[in-house]
């Protein structure tokens, strides 16, 4: 005999933030970037929070530029910049790089993608994660999960503090490992980002 837990629903009120503000849409929970209350309070500006942190850009720029000359771009189509992916009513979610299967009929419109990605990399946590329950690990968890449910192959997240990364898949268990650990990317595309860094003369 199994005994369930009820939870009460939270009342959502409306919040009053703009929407240019939402940098996500979760399981029907808009999630506001992070920095945002000083936006709205007006002590920044919104090109203050918009941007990527130097270390940020600098990684996702990097890892580009790995899978540009080590996948095959014949069979796969690399896109980054916060690409948007539609999944349903609810959820509109975007990934800091993603890797798509061009076989599976891929059509490049004026809106997000619709169809999963392989591989879905993210760079640290862009939302505020005080908005969230269970903070920065609960989203995390979260958002991952319905990016597998999705269709998408693997999940990869890089955190720059601390220094790791997070590989989850439907098939295995979910890894979390240090930058020089060696990690699958897809098909023999191996990553050990703390080499790449090296490689490329980029002090971490």
Same mark, same amino acid.
């Given at each position: 005999?199994?005994?369930?837990?009820?939870?009460?629903?939270?009342?959502?009120?409306?919040?009053?933030?703009?929407?240019?503000?939402?940098?996500?849409?979760?399981?029907?929970?808009?999630?506001?970037?992070?920095?945002?209350?000083?936006?709205?309070?007006?002590?920044?500006?919104?090109?203050?929070?918009?941007?990527?942190?130097?270390?940020?850009?600098?990684?996702?720029?990097?890892?580009?530029?790995?899978?540009?000359?080590?996948?095959?771009?014949?069979?796969?189509?690399?896109?980054?910049?916060?690409?948007? #992916?539609?999944? =349903? +009513?609810?959820?509109?979610?975007?990934?800091? %790089? *993603? @890797?798509?299967?061009?076989?599976?009929?891929? #059509?490049?419109? =004026? +809106?997000?993608?619709?169809?999963?990605?392989? %591989? *879905? @990399?993210?760079?640290?946590?862009?939302?505020?994660?005080?908005?969230?329950?269970?903070?920065?690990?609960?989203?995390?968890?979260?958002?991952?999960?319905?990016?597998?449910?999705?269709?998408?192959?693997?999940?990869?997240?890089?955190?720059?503090?601390?220094?790791?990364?997070?590989?989850?898949?439907?098939?295995?268990?979910?890894?979390?490992?240090?930058?020089?650990?060696?990690?699958?990317?897809?098909?023999?595309?191996?990553?050990?980002?703390?080499?790449?860094?090296?490689?490329?003369?980029?002090?971490?």
């Amino acid at each position: 005999m199994t005994v369930a837990v009820a939870t009460a629903p939270k009342k959502r009120r409306k919040s009053g933030v703009p929407s240019y503000l939402i940098y996500e849409t979760l399981n029907g929970r808009p999630l506001y970037r992070r920095g945002y209350r000083d936006v709205v309070s007006g002590k920044k500006t919104p090109a203050e929070i918009m941007g990527s942190s130097s270390l940020q850009a600098t990684l996702v720029a990097t890892l580009v530029m790995f899978l540009g000359r080590t996948i095959n771009r014949k069979k796969y189509l690399v896109v980054t910049n916060e690409s948007g #992916i539609h999944l =349903d +009513k609810g959820n509109n979610l975007s990934n800091d %790089i *993603a @890797i798509f299967d061009k076989s599976t009929g891929l #059509i490049l419109t =004026d +809106k997000f993608f619709s169809v999963p990605p392989r %591989i *879905a @990399i993210e760079v640290d946590v862009r939302i505020e994660p005080g908005e969230f329950e269970g903070k920065e690990s609960g989203y995390v968890y979260e958002k991952t999960e319905r990016l597998l449910e999705f269709g998408v192959e693997t999940v990869i997240w890089i955190t720059t503090q601390p220094k790791k990364i997070f590989v989850a898949t439907k098939s295995s268990p979910w890894l979390t490992q240090n930058w020089d650990a060696n990690v699958l990317v897809l098909d023999d595309v191996v990553l050990n980002l703390a080499g790449l860094l090296t490689e490329e003369g980029i002090e971490f």
